[in-house]
């Protein structure tokens, strides 16, 4: 079956170096004019070395890619599958290429990011603006129309993974274990310019952390107490990010008594560095340290059971009806209802000026 209007689906991601000799170029496309410290920048790809120079997050691309074709045949869809990066290849313009060569008309993204804000967003849109752009540039034929699926941090195929996970690991951790939420942080001022309305990034993280703890409740008969933390701090000390960091709020849990914790990655939809690094070596470490006993739940995009595979199907195929339809309830958890695909005028501002951006009214 055709869906739609639709004749392609694009998975947009973040790229990863895939060697030691990739690791400088790409820290250099990541970091292009978004004034990161020297030092900032030499630690982080010390993070790279120690795992070969090598970033799991292409080869999950990759694996998601083919976890997605496989689905599509099984449920008689018929729809090609794509791939461009921001920071590494394949980089966005040569998927455009690819899509033009293939005739493809009108595409859907998927970005491998749940959450409004800059980074995680706008960024991603106004790079497929600019690869339209140089694109278009070289050649007479038509470029594929793009539209962006909804985010999807509060879809139950994203979220129950994490709620199973948390189950696993409070079976194994004493009783009176915390559940700490971890995600990037970002500056406060692009917290404050997340979404249409501000302040999006940190309320549809709040919203899909109460989801998985309510689910956890309801399971085993139990309320469990939580937080949410953040990693990944860049960027100058003189600027605010999102805190607590999670060593340090460890420290605050290992003072208050807790004896272990479980940490859960709900800003990611993959083990990619961040969680690699950051958490399960630096935080693990930290745990260690303070005697906290540690778990890391795995992140959903590559788990086994394909529920986030499901949810990518159900969201391209929701998104391309005509019209549109709103999913299920089941389908939906948290307070903060369906989210847009293509992004109302003003969403997540770009806090260093106006770059045009596909997939959206400005
Ligand atoms: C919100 C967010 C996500 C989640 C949404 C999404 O997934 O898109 C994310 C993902 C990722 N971030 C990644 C890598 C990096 N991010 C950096 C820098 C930064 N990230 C930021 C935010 C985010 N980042 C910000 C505000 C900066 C400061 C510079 C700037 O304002 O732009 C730097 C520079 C060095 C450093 O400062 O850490 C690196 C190397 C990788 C690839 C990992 C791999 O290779 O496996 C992934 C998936
Ligand atoms: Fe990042």
């Known amino acids: 079956m055709a869906v739609g209007q639709v004749d392609a689906l694009l998975l947009v991601s973040f790229g990863g170096p895939e060697g030691p000799d990739d690791v400088v170029p790409f820290l250099e496309n990541v970091t292009r004019g ?122 139950a195929g994203f979220l129950e993974p994490f709620v199973d996970g948390v189950l696993a690991a409070l079976e194994e951790l004493p009783d009176g274990a915390r559940v700490v939420f971890v995600t990037h942080s970002i500056p406060t001022a692009m917290n404050d310019a997340s979404g249409p309305d501000g302040g999006r990034y940190v309320a549809e993280h709040l919203d899909a952390a109460a989801s998985v703890a309510g689910r956890v409740k309801d ?91 499901a949810m990518v199907r159900d969201l391209v195929l929701e998104y391309a009806a005509q019209p549109p339809q709103e999913p299920p309830a089941e389908r939906l958890l948290g307070a903060l209802g369906p989210v847009w695909g293509d992004c109302p005028g003003g969403c997540c501002a770009n806090t260093r000026g106006y770059r045009p951006a596909c997939c959206g009214a400005d």
Not at 93 to 106: C, N
Not at 278 to 297: C, K, N, Y
């Open 219 to 309: 399971r085993r008969g139990a309320a469990v107490e939580w937080d949410l933390a953040y990693c990944s701090r860049s960027g100058p000390p003189s600027q605010p990010w999102l805190e607590p960091d999670i060593n340090d709020h460890l420290e605050e849990l290992a003072g208050q008594g807790v004896p272990g914790v479980v940490v859960v990655p709900i800003g990611f939809v993959s083990d990619h560095m961040e969680v690699l690094y950051d958490l399960d070596t630096e935080a693990r470490e930290t745990a260690e340290r303070l005697g906290l006993a540690f778990a890391r739940v795995p992140t959903p995009g590559t788990a086994p059971d394909a529920r986030f595979v």
């Open 34 to 155: 978004r004034g990161i410290p020297r030092e900032r920048l030499e630690e982080v790809g010390e993070h790279y070395f120690r795992f070969g120079g090598r970033s799991p997050i292409n080869d999950q691309c990759r694996g998601l890619i083919r976890a997605i074709e496989a689905d599509f045949v099984a449920h008689g869809i018929d729809l090609p599958v794509y791939w461009g990066n921001r920071n590494w290849h394949p980089y966005l313009p040569d998927a455009l290429r690819r899509m033009r060569e293939d005739g493809v008309r009108r595409a859907l993204c998927l970005f491998t990011s749940a959450y409004a804000s800059y980074s995680g967003c706008r960024q991603y849109r106004e790079n497929l603006a600019a690869a339209l752009e140089e694109v278009g540039k070289e050649g007479s034929e038509e470029l594929p129309d793009l539209h962006r699926l909804p985010h999807y941090f509060n879809r």
